[in-house]
């Protein structure tokens, strides 16, 4: 496949390229039928708007609930949406991606394992029910980038590594955002008349939480990580960072509760200063907020006896742990 050519923020006209992308999609469908999974990312949800505006009732907007969200996000998404005309059905395939995970500690088998789960088990399904023949999804060129220079496999690549998606999942994958980076993105999902709330959204992974837990991804790390995930929201919300997470650490350590050892659960806490997600450098957060994330984490957090902070910028580190 040809070198995506690349369109920066600041020579971006978000109008223009909204008609242009419509235009495409529209020639593209034609009177066929397409589908696409929203997550409530920047990424996903401008591609929904995107796909809305060109093809109307031939756009068929999925929710897919892995298990592996936010706390009530999807229930969130789902009403956001809905308010802004665009009919969301939600699938619950909880129990097929914690079976795609069970077992698994590598992070590129894991990524695969989604990957796999998602395009060819849940949406091959759909495509099959629905009668679909295209798929709608926010590739971004970062995303493209970093899977072609193997830094991590993003789930939602395939032609770039010489995947043919028609071949391989039975569909044609459109990609109206591939010559963008995040930037770009958020002025495209301004200007679609989407809400500050998505268009200023901090980047949440394809793999949701499960790119969060190192090792095995099971219900009940899901759950821990989840709970840690609400409390760095809430403290770190008016950080102004490009993205914030908790990460739960595989090896147990020892803590002291009530003057006994307690073997315990490990969080580690990042805070990133970027632009579009290439380099990042650790926030510089105070150490009374610091303080605070820790005291949370272990008092509401069952099981957490240490929390950390990670100050290595990227590279060599990497934004997401997994």
């Known amino acids: 496949m040809a070198k995506v050519g690349e369109i920066r923020a600041g020579e971006l006209n978000a109008q223009e390229f909204i008609e242009e992308k419509t ?3 529209a020639s593209v469908v034609r009177d066929g039928l397409a589908i696409n999974a929203l997550s409530g990312g920047v990424d996903s949800s401008t591609v929904t708007m995107l796909a809305h505006k060109a093809l109307g009732s031939q756009l068929k907007t999925y929710f897919i609930n892995n298990g592996l969200m936010r706390e009530d996000e999807p229930e969130a998404v789902i009403s956001l949406f809905t308010q802004l ?24 088998q894991k990524r695969e394992a989604i990957t796999q789960t998602f395009y060819k088990d ?9 009668g679909a023949k295209f798929l709608l999804q926010g590739t971004i060129l970062t995303d493209i980038d970093e899977t072609v220079a193997g830094i991590k496999r993003q789930h939602n690549v395939f032609e770039q590594l010489g995947i043919d998606p028609q071949e391989a999942f039975g569909y044609r994958i459109i990609e109206p955002l591939v010559q963008l980076r995040k930037d770009g993105v958020r002025k495209v999902a301004e200007s679609l008349g989407l809400p500050q709330s998505v268009f200023r959204r901090m980047p949440f992974p394809g793999p949701a939480l499960s790119a969060r837990v190192i090792g095995e991804v099971t219900p009940e790390k899901i759950q821990t990580v989840r709970l840690a995930t609400r409390i760095v929201e809430e403290e770190l919300a008016s950080s102004g960072a490009f993205q914030y997470m908790a990460i739960l650490h595989r090896d147990r350590v020892t803590g002291v509760r009530q003057g006994k050892r307690d073997f315990g659960l490990q969080i580690e806490v990042r805070c990133w200063e970027s632009i579009d997600a290439r380099v990042a450098h650790p926030s510089r957060l105070s150490f009374d907020i610091l303080d605070k994330l820790a005291q949370r984490m272990v008092t509401e957090v069952e099981g957490v006896v240490s929390v950390t902070y990670n100050i290595a910028p990227k590279p060599p580190s990497t934004m997401e742990v997994v």
């Not at 849940?122 to 629905?130: A, D, K, P, T």
């Open 23 to 25: 235009k495409e999609i």
């Open 85 to 108: 005309g665009v009919e969301v059905k939600m699938i619950n395939a909880q129990d097929k991606f914690f079976n795609a995970l069970k077992g698994i500690t590598d992070p590129e």
């Open 122 to 130: 849940v949406f091959g399904r759909l495509v099959q029910e629905s």
